[in-house]
């Protein structure tokens, strides 16, 4: 088993996982919500939903850290806590892409050692924009199991100009809003 699989299902931080299994170039994908703050505990068999979470989570590995993961903050708020919790499976060398839907700016900054590429996000998806940055089309996409789906966008990702100016974590803070994502449509 994947160390960070064993690390993810040892602390109990998968959340609605739509894949968790080894993908066919890497020793593991993950796609769902992972748990940043844990519910409270209310007996040995019942526990209310997370405080927070990390959503649309794209995880790659291939050894003892996450080499990519791609994910949406609902809050800048959660970022401190995430790191917290993951830091022992993050590496200096990974590639971390945040979603964050009360930030203001985009920015590459360094946080603890490791390097996060912060976005603005409205009203688009997390995996929307990873297509876009990998400049895929749907189509390239369609006929793609879903484990080949987490290669192929990492394989592209991980070789794109992000075109992202570095900012220091006070400057990406500075620029939190107090808006939240833009809904559309019936809610």
């Given at each position: 088993?994947?160390?960070?699989?064993?690390?993810?299902y040892d602390n109990n931080l998968q959340w609605q996982a739509s894949f968790s299994a080894k993908t066919e170039k890497y020793a593991?994908?993950?796609?769902?919500?992972?748990?940043?703050?844990?519910?409270?505990?209310?007996?040995?068999?019942?526990?209310?939903?997370?405080?927070?979470?990390?959503?649309?989570?794209?995880?790659?590995?291939?050894?003892?850290?996450?080499?990519?993961?791609?994910?949406?903050?609902?809050?800048?708020?959660?970022?401190?806590?995430?790191?917290?919790?993951?830091?022992?499976?993050?590496?200096?060398?990974?590639?971390?892409?945040?979603?964050?839907?009360?930030?203001?700016?985009?920015?590459?900054?360094?946080?603890?050692?490791?390097?996060?590429?912060?976005?603005?996000l409205d009203e688009s998806s997390v995996w929307n924009e990873l297509v876009e940055f990998a400049d895929l089309s749907k189509g390239?996409?369609?006929?793609?199991?879903?484990?080949?789906?987490?290669?192929?966008?990492?394989?592209?990702?991980?070789?794109?100009?992000?075109?992202?100016?570095?900012?220091?974590?006070?400057?990406?803070?500075?620029?939190?809003?107090?808006?939240?994502?833009?809904?559309?449509?019936?809610?």
């Amino acid at each position: 088993m994947s160390k960070i699989k064993e690390f993810i299902y040892d602390n109990n931080l998968q959340w609605q996982a739509s894949f968790s299994a080894k993908t066919e170039k890497y020793a593991y994908g993950y796609r769902g919500s992972i748990i940043i703050t844990p519910g409270k505990i209310l007996s040995e068999d019942k526990q209310l939903p997370p405080k927070a979470t990390a959503t649309q989570t794209i995880i790659v590995s291939n050894g003892d850290k996450i080499d990519f993961l791609a994910c949406e903050l609902e809050t800048l708020d959660f970022f401190e806590p995430f790191v917290e919790r993951y830091k022992d499976v993050l590496s200096p060398d990974g590639l971390y892409l945040l979603f964050v839907t009360d930030l203001d700016i985009n920015g590459k900054f360094t946080y603890e050692g490791f390097t996060f590429n912060a976005f603005s996000l409205d009203e688009s998806s997390v995996w929307n924009e990873l297509v876009e940055f990998a400049d895929l089309s749907k189509g390239d996409l369609k006929k793609a199991s879903a484990e080949e789906k987490i290669d192929i966008v990492y394989d592209e990702i991980k070789s794109t100009n992000l075109r992202i100016s570095e900012k220091s974590y006070e400057e990406i803070k500075a620029n939190q809003s107090s808006r939240g994502k833009v809904l559309f449509g019936a809610v």
